[in-house]
């Protein structure tokens, strides 16, 4: 223990020093913008609805990240809100606070259903890359291209004579003939 005496509480407010708090103190996020304790039920209910996964599903990781402690913020300053309306028995704004909140969730839930798309997108790629031969998952290059097959098929056909191949089976194929369209032979 120490051997100095604890500091006595000054009960006279007017000896009491003021107190100067920073107006963009993070604290102030678990008040509302007006930086009381208490909302309105009117003011509790104006807000808007969830983002949908398919509204998230356009955003980039840093928008989603963001969002993300936007919604836990939002959270603690309805969980604050909630406690203080118990604390006061005030009797008002249960309803409205659950309702915010749980639109506050819903959106917390389609960010996590978005990231988690993204995630099974991502294996997928990466397994499908692990059996490519030509990309390369430990290093640089990660991409080397190997001969495109399209291009030595053109060379092999135009060392003989083009197209007789495929003329010559067309000529081969039977012709069926439609009993309600006459065949072009005929025509």
């Not at 989603?64 to 008002?92: M, P, Q």
Request: negative net charge; proline residues 7%.
């Amino acid at each position: 223990m120490s051997k100095e005496p604890l500091p006595q509480p000054v009960l006279d407010p007017a000896r009491r020093s003021k107190v100067k708090v920073d107006e963009n103190h993070g604290l102030w996020g678990f008040f509302n913008k007006d930086k009381k304790s208490l909302t309105t039920p009117e003011q509790e209910a104006a807000h808007g609805r969830p983002w949908s996964v398919e509204e998230l599903r356009h955003k980039s990781f840093e928008d989603l990240h963001s969002l993300w402690w936007v919604c836990v913020k939002e959270r603690n300053r309805i969980a604050t809100e909630k406690y203080e309306r118990n604390r006061v028995k005030a009797g008002y704004g249960d309803y409205e606070g659950q309702e915010r909140e749980r639109a506050v969730r819903v959106t917390q839930r389609a960010i996590k259903h978005a990231l988690t798309e993204r995630w099974y997108a991502h294996e997928e790629a990466r397994k499908i890359a692990r059996d490519d031969p030509e990309v390369n998952l430990k290093g640089e290059p990660a991409y080397t291209p190997t001969e495109f097959e399209y291009e030595s098929a053109k060379e092999e056909q135009t060392e003989g004579e083009p197209g007789k191949e495929l003329a010559s089976q067309i000529e081969e194929a039977p012709q069926e003939r439609s009993p309600t369209r006459p065949s072009l032979a005929t025509a």
